[in-house]
Each structure stands twice: as structure tokens, then as C-alpha cells.
């Protein structure tokens, strides 16, 4: 008998009918002798509409009173998916985040999980109770509801599964598994069997939808092995494994890539030591994560210092930005909506070279001008222009036989 967490994105949760359907997975599982514990999103668009209610309010809602509202959606679903299992004849209690004391530090928003009480829901589970607990949200010192940030529920059910020592944890969302790439994008794209949870910490990270990152992390930090799985089909799904296995047979494992990415430079900064901190300091400070950069030093001993940030950043990022370049007598900052970036990811990158060559050289092929190029042991990524986002894609995947060999 296994001890599993049971995770359902919000596409799972999206109906009444859909969360019956989960509910007979669910029960399914505890038949087959194993203790559930499970995890659910809000409904499929309803976080979306709770942000456009308060937008509509006041576009720059107090963070505090933001995160009181947006954690409403899932005490929806977990009650009714207790009821739904309760029909069926299994014994089922919902929780909210406070009351399994998912404790959080005060980053609204934007919080990270310190530390979980397991007991509640260990006895539950021992006592043939299947406990259903709201993801995405916790309780910091205070007792004030916090959220973890979009795609939170991942982390807690991740979370979950370390807290309680959980055999696995499983992931339910509405594709089968991790692929070479979006399929939306490239049909040809293949199931993975298996990933190695750096390749798919990299594919998060780099825009990959599949699972959040910090779910990721936490999965790899605590040792916990992971699957994802459709709740619509029946199917092995991806195990993401410390293996690396037959890794010398794929070069890469996948495609990923990003539409959320912005792009500012500030202009004619002084060439200096320090200047990169004075620039970055404040952006840090203001909250906002920076992905890519590059520095550029012109003849006149000035640089232009160009950045990426995440779209919902934006309008911070260039407020903060543009003050930081008064101060240093910068010439100004200038703005891009229009780029993506798109990354190749795979472990054989460490024993293969010439890869990043090989990338230069295809997207050159089709026209394709790269502005900016990041790299790391087992991953290339370049910002283009977003028209070119499906062609770069689908001729990448087909010059590294993504779509004629499955990945190990």
C-alpha cells in the first residue's frame, strides 16, 4: 500500500462533471489498497476572474487583500470534491491551507512554504479518511492567508509529498506528460517516458507549462519522485527521475520556450564597476526577478545594459528602470514586448559540443535574428523576435531528430 498525493489542476477542476470524474480517480486509487492524499486547484479561469475583480477595483491592489480574495477559489473546489467522494461512499474532509497549517513566510503573493504540519492528515489517512487540501495558498506567522504565486498548487502538493514522505507524487493535469515541446506548436512533438529533474528545472524555468518551478525544486530537494499524468486518459505518464540513464542517446530532451518575457535597456551608462549592482539593485529590491542578461560597451566608454523580465514586471520594471537611469546619467531606457525566448535543453549537452552552433546555424537558416543568448551546462536559450516563435520551434525540433527518436 502506497502513500500517494494526488494533485488536479484547475482544467480537472472545471466543472461539476469534471470533478466527479476526479472524484471516481480518486476513489479508484483508495480501492487499489493506497491512502490519497490530494490537492486541487480553483476552477479552470476563476483566479483569472478574482484578478480582473480587483483590478477592476483597484489596479494596484494592497498585496494583503489581494491574496484574501484569490485564496477563495480553491475553498470552492475542495469542498466540493469532498462532497463528490463523500457520494461515493468515501469518507472525505477539505482543508484549507491555515488548517493544515502550510506555514508561509509574508511575501504576498509570492510566498514560499517554510515549514508543514503532516499530522492532521496522516491520521486522516489512517483512519481511511481522504483529506482534500487547497493548493496555491498558506498562513504566515500572523495567521494572514498568503498565496505561493501562479501555478502554486504544484508546490503544495510537492510539499505535501515531502512533509508526509509520500511514495509519489502525482500530478494531474490535462496532457498525458512531459513532451519534446508544446504540441499546440509542433504536432510532431513526442511523450518522454522520463526527465531528469534538471532538465525539467530547466524546461520550467524556460517556459515550459507542465509543472511550475518551484515545484520542481522542491521535488528535487526533498527526493521526491514525481509524475505527470492526464486526468482525462489513462497512461503511464513522465516519471522525472534522478537517472541518468541512456542519456549519451539524446542531445536534447526538449524545446521550451517563453511568450511572458519583456525586455529593457537602459541606454549610455557610464562603463564602470558597480554599474551592473546600481542598475539590477533596485529591480531586485522592487521584488522583480530578472532572467536574461546583456552588457554592451560601446567606443565611447558607455554601455548599454540590456535585461529581461517576466510580462506581468513590465510597467515596474521600466518605472524603476527609468529612475535609475536619471540618476546615472544614462541617455534613457528602451523597451521591447515583441521577443520570446526559446531554449533547447538536455543533459547529453555535457559530453556533446557544437550544439549551440548547430542552433545558431538552423535559426540563421530560416532568417532568424537572435538578440540576446544565454547558456548553462545543459541548456542554450535565445531571445527572438515572437513572430518567428513557431518557426524557430518546429525547425529546431526537427534538426535535433526530436520528432524521429524518443527522448530516453
Same mark, same amino acid.
Given at each position: 500500500?502506497?502513500?500517494?498525493?494526488?494533485?488536479y489542476?484547475?482544467?480537472?477542476?472545471?466543472? #461539476?462533471?469534471?470533478?466527479?470524474?476526479?472524484?471516481?480517480k480518486?476513489?479508484?486509487?483508495?480501492?487499489?489498497?493506497?491512502?490519497?492524499v490530494?490537492?486541487?486547484? @480553483?476552477?479552470?479561469g476563476?483566479?483569472?476572474?478574482?484578478?480582473?475583480? @480587483?483590478?477592476?477595483?483597484?489596479?494596484?491592489s494592497?498585496?494583503r487583500?489581494? /491574496?484574501?480574495?484569490?485564496?477563495?477559489?480553491?475553498?470552492v473546489?475542495i469542498?466540493l470534491?469532498?462532497?463528490a467522494?463523500?457520494?461515493?461512499?468515501?469518507?472525505?474532509?477539505?482543508?484549507?491551507g491555515?488548517?493544515v497549517a502550510?506555514?508561509? /513566510?509574508?511575501?504576498? +503573493?509570492?510566498?514560499?512554504?517554510?515549514s508543514?504540519?503532516?499530522?492532521?492528515?496522516l491520521?486522516d489517512c489512517?483512519? &481511511?479518511?481522504?483529506?482534500?487540501? =487547497?493548493?496555491?495558498?498558506? #498562513?504566515?506567522? *500572523?495567521?494572514?492567508i498568503?498565496?505561493?504565486?501562479?501555478?502554486?498548487?504544484?508546490?503544495?502538493?510537492?510539499?505535501l509529498?515531502?512533509?508526509?514522505? =509520500?511514495?509519489?507524487? %502525482?500530478?494531474y493535469t490535462d496532457?498525458?506528460g512531459?513532451y519534446?515541446t /508544446?504540441?499546440?506548436v509542433?504536432p510532431?512533438?513526442?511523450?518522454?517516458?522520463?526527465?531528469?529533474?534538471?532538465?525539467?528545472?530547466?524546461?520550467?524555468?524556460?517556459?515550459?507549462?507542465?509543472? %511550475?518551478?518551484?515545484s520542481?525544486?522542491f521535488?528535487?530537494?526533498?527526493?521526491?519522485?514525481?509524475? #505527470?499524468?492526464?486526468?482525462?486518459?489513462?497512461g503511464?505518464?513522465?516519471l522525472?527521475t534522478?537517472e541518468?540513464?541512456?542519456?549519451?542517446?539524446?542531445?536534447?530532451?526538449?524545446?521550451?520556450?517563453?511568450?511572458? *518575457?519583456?525586455?529593457?535597456?537602459?541606454? &549610455?551608462?557610464p /562603463?564602470?564597476?558597480?554599474?551592473a549592482?546600481a542598475?539590477?539593485?533596485?529591480?531586485?529590491?522592487?521584488?522583480?526577478? #530578472?532572467?536574461m542578461?546583456v552588457?554592451?560597451?560601446?567606443?565611447?566608454?558607455?554601455?548599454?545594459?540590456?535585461?529581461?523580465?517576466h510580462? +506581468?514586471?513590465?510597467?515596474?520594471?521600466?518605472?524603476?528602470?527609468?529612475k535609475?537611469a536619471?540618476?546615472?546619467?544614462a541617455?534613457?531606457?528602451?523597451?521591447?514586448?515583441?521577443?520570446?525566448?526559446?531554449?533547447?535543453?538536455?543533459?547529453?549537452?555535457?559530453?556533446? @559540443?557544437?550544439?549551440?552552433?548547430?542552433?545558431?546555424?538552423?535559426? =540563421?537558416?530560416?532568417?532568424?535574428?537572435?538578440?540576446?543568448?544565454?547558456?548553462?551546462?545543459?541548456?542554450?536559450?535565445?531571445?527572438?523576435?515572437?513572430?518567428?516563435? *513557431?518557426? @524557430?520551434?518546429?525547425?529546431l525540433?526537427?534538426?535535433?531528430?526530436?520528432d524521429?527518436?524518443p527522448?530516453?
Open positions: 500500500m502506497a502513500l500517494l498525493v494526488q494533485k489542476g484547475g482544467t480537472s477542476m472545471g466543472s #461539476v462533471e469534471r470533478i466527479d470524474h476526479v472524484a471516481s480518486v476513489a479508484a486509487a483508495r480501492e487499489r489498497g493506497h491512502q490519497i490530494v490537492v486541487v486547484s @480553483a476552477m479552470s476563476e483566479t483569472d476572474r478574482l484578478m480582473k475583480l @480587483a483590478k477592476g477595483i483597484n489596479p494596484r494592497n498585496p487583500e489581494l /491574496d484574501q480574495m484569490l485564496a477563495t477559489g480553491e475553498q473546489t469542498a470534491l469532498a462532497m467522494l463523500e457520494k461515493r461512499g468515501v469518507p472525505a474532509r477539505s482543508y484549507l491555515s488548517q502550510i506555514h508561509t /513566510d509574508q511575501a504576498y +503573493n509570492k510566498a514560499r512554504i517554510k508543514i504540519d503532516g499530522e492532521r492528515l491520521a489512517k483512519a &481511511g479518511i481522504v483529506p482534500v487540501v =487547497a493548493g496555491f495558498q498558506g #498562513v504566515d506567522d *500572523e495567521g494572514n498568503t498565496t505561493l504565486g501562479r501555478g502554486g498548487s504544484d508546490t503544495t502538493g510537492v510539499a509529498a515531502a512533509a508526509l514522505k =509520500a511514495d509519489e507524487c %502525482q500530478i496532457v498525458d512531459v519534446t /508544446d504540441p499546440r509542433e510532431k512533438a513526442r511523450r518522454l517516458d522520463r526527465i531528469t529533474f534538471e532538465e525539467m528545472l530547466e524546461m520550467a524555468s524556460l517556459g515550459s507549462k507542465v509543472l %511550475q518551478i518551484r520542481v525544486e521535488a528535487g530537494k526533498y527526493k521526491v519522485p514525481l509524475r #505527470v499524468l492526464s486526468t482525462f486518459q489513462e503511464p505518464g513522465t522525472i534522478f541518468e540513464t541512456k542519456m549519451e542517446d539524446a542531445l536534447i530532451s526538449g524545446i521550451a520556450f517563453n511568450r511572458d *518575457e519583456a525586455q529593457l535597456t537602459v541606454s &549610455g551608462v /562603463d564602470r564597476p558597480g554599474i549592482a542598475i539590477l539593485g533596485p529591480v531586485g529590491e522592487a521584488n522583480i526577478e #530578472v532572467d542578461i552588457q554592451n560597451v560601446a567606443a565611447d566608454s558607455t554601455t548599454d545594459f540590456t535585461f529581461t523580465v510580462r +506581468n514586471d513590465y510597467e515596474r520594471a521600466t518605472e524603476v528602470s527609468k535609475v536619471e540618476e546615472l546619467k541617455k534613457g531606457v528602451r523597451t521591447a514586448l515583441d521577443i520570446v525566448k526559446v531554449s533547447l535543453v538536455g543533459v547529453g549537452m555535457r559530453s556533446h @559540443a557544437g550544439i549551440a552552433a548547430q542552433m545558431f546555424r538552423v535559426l =540563421a537558416a530560416e532568417g532568424i535574428n537572435i538578440r540576446m543568448i544565454s547558456t548553462s551546462e545543459i541548456k542554450i536559450s535565445v531571445v527572438i523576435e515572437d513572430k518567428y516563435l *513557431e518557426l @524557430a520551434v518546429r525547425a525540433h526537427k534538426a535535433f531528430k526530436l524521429e527518436n527522448a530516453h
